[in-house]
């Protein structure tokens, strides 16, 4: 099965043109090995070509990754999964599956300061991308409404709405995290607008939904985000302690076992 060196050239040439990259890689190694182990032409090609799929996705995934804005620290392995209530454990499960996006549904993550939403979210997404290939997309609510700000200011606005909605899921970090008036809160509220029934937004807020008016400023705003965020979502609460204040007590217990002995 090894290739003779007049072949050699053309063979290269054809699997460049084709955009077979890994192919052109491991054909002659594998062909070798396909002698040696006596395997058939059938096997051979399966072998590959499951080379040249395997190393395409790798390659989409970290496209997908890249372009996500994930922060990557953040991912499940890293995650204390003990820490969750059994209710959003088994939420939790079910997400990971990744109907939802296909449902156009919302996940919407409540609870305190370092309770873990962002991480939560954040591991979720990163397994969407890695496992199921997920069009996703990381922004913190701030920095979210400041592009839209500026492409309002540009008159570009829609254009950059249609530009996130490429993304199968949404995550707005920190929504009322800092508080905005209500002209900068509404482009936040085109967007989601914009996004009902079209993609998912998955979203974190230490505030519950009877405070939101606090963050858009306007009694039929927030009851209108309220109500096209809210239709197909699931609501993931997270009544657990800070694990930051958590740390900061087993540190602080170390440092006086430490000095006693």
């Not at 008159?155 to 995290?177: C, H, N, P, V």
């Amino acid at each position: 099965m090894s290739t003779t060196p007049d072949i050699r050239p053309a063979l290269l040439g054809h699997l460049k043109g084709l955009h077979l990259p890994t192919v052109r890689e491991c054909y002659e190694e594998t062909a070798r090995r396909a002698e040696r182990e006596t395997l058939s032409y059938e096997q051979y090609l399966l072998e590959v070509i499951s080379r040249e799929c395997e190393q395409r996705r790798k390659s989409k995934v970290q496209r997908l990754l890249k372009d996500s804005a994930l922060p990557l620290e953040k991912s499940l392995p890293n995650f204390d999964l003990k820490r969750l209530p059994a209710k959003a454990a088994r939420q939790l499960r079910t997400l990971l599956g990744g109907g939802f996006l296909d449902r156009k549904e919302n996940v919407l993550v409540f609870g305190n300061p370092g309770s873990g939403k962002s991480h939560l979210l954040t591991a979720l997404a990163q397994e969407l991308v890695i496992v199921r290939e997920r069009k996703m997309h990381f922004t913190k609510c701030v920095l979210l409404m400041q592009d839209l700000l500026a492409a309002k200011r540009d008159l570009r606005l829609s254009r950059e709405i249609k530009r996130l909605a490429r993304y199968e899921g949404l995550i707005i970090d920190d929504l009322g995290y800092v508080q905005q008036s209500r002209d900068d809160m509404e482009v936040v509220f085109t967007l989601l607008a914009e996004r009902y029934e079209r993609g998912s937004v998955l979203m974190t807020s230490n505030l519950p939904f009877s405070k939101w008016e606090g963050i858009f400023k306007d009694a039929m705003m927030t009851a209108a985000a309220i109500d096209r965020l809210v239709h197909h979502s699931v609501i993931i609460e997270l009544n657990i302690p800070s694990y930051r204040v958590e740390e900061a007590k087993k540190n602080q217990q170390a440092e006086n076992q430490g000095e006693g002995e």
